[in-house]
């Protein structure tokens, strides 16, 4: 049990490690304002160094860290307290939900656009700031699940929100995609555009017979038999014009 929840921790920070920077890479596209971008690189920077730190933290949490899962094993070793586990990474990554959901707000509202296109972004930031709820919600779990002297006993609580929590995310991360996907399925251009796609290569990848003979004697070295022809029938062609001219009647 204890090395399944000590991979669900690692799993868990960099997961949402991931999410954040789909979000932080999508805020990109809103605005080239330099004040703006300055601020999506620093919390690029706040969210590498706070999952690495947390990492950190979790693989050091018991030297060594076998203790964590097999405590018998090891009676003297002494863990960290599992308030700091626990709290410490969530506060962390909190913040940095929170600040990562206020960023674009400002901007967004600012953009030359349409309303209804403002209204469109905003709600896939608030999309996002649902998935933030629920990370807030956890800390009644949390306490819970500190408290309780059986964590088994909550650790199914633990499991079902994180996993709701991730996937409000990654719904939130990609509705832009799904809107793009959604507009071409329904105007009926996404398979037009595939099957014009896969026409287009079918046919400019299929090199011509002519063109396959000239490649191969070129590759090989031997001389092009139409190369050949092609100046026998110019030289005709030529002959025949000079004796047309050399038997005009002027």
Same mark, same amino acid.
């Not at 005709?236 to 002027?250: E, F, G, I, M």
């Given at each position: 049990m204890g090395q399944g929840l000590f991979a669900i921790e690692i799993y868990y920070i960099w997961m949402h490690f991931h999410l954040k920077m789909g979000f932080l890479l999508f805020y990109m596209r809103l605005s080239h304002v330099q004040s703006f971008r300055i601020l999506i690189y620093m919390a690029m920077v706040c969210n590498a160094l706070c999952t690495v730190g947390i990492w950190v933290l979790y693989c050091l949490q018991c030297i060594p860290l076998?203790?964590?899962?097999?405590?018998?094993?090891?009676p003297d070793t002494i863990c960290l307290n599992s308030s700091v586990t626990y709290f410490v990474p969530y506060s962390l990554m909190l913040s940095l939900d929170i600040a990562i959901f206020i960023i674009p707000i400002h901007t967004v509202w600012k953009l030359q656009m349409t309303l209804r296109r403002k209204l469109q972004v905003l709600s896939v930031i608030c999309t996002g700031g649902a998935?933030?709820?629920?990370?807030?919600l956890?800390? &009644?779990v949390l306490l819970e699940f500190s408290r309780s002297p059986d964590f088994t006993w909550t650790l199914g609580k633990m499991i079902i929100i994180s996993s709701f929590e991730i996937n409000v995310?990654?719904?939130a991360s990609n509705m832009p995609s799904m809107k793009a996907l959604w507009t071409s399925w329904r105007d009926g251009t996404l398979s037009s555009q595939q099957s014009k796609y896969s026409q287009h290569h079918q046919l400019s990848d299929i090199p011509s017979s002519g063109q396959q003979s000239r490649s191969a004697s070129k590759n090989r070295g031997w001389p092009d038999p139409t190369a050949k022809a092609n100046n026998i029938s110019e030289q005709?062609? &030529?002959?025949?014009?000079?004796?047309? &001219?050399?038997?005009?009647?002027?």
């Open positions: 076998e203790a964590f899962w097999n405590p018998a094993k090891y998935a933030v709820l629920v990370s807030a956890r800390l &009644v995310a990654i719904i005709s062609l &030529v002959t025949k014009d000079r004796a047309v &001219v050399t038997h005009s009647p002027h």
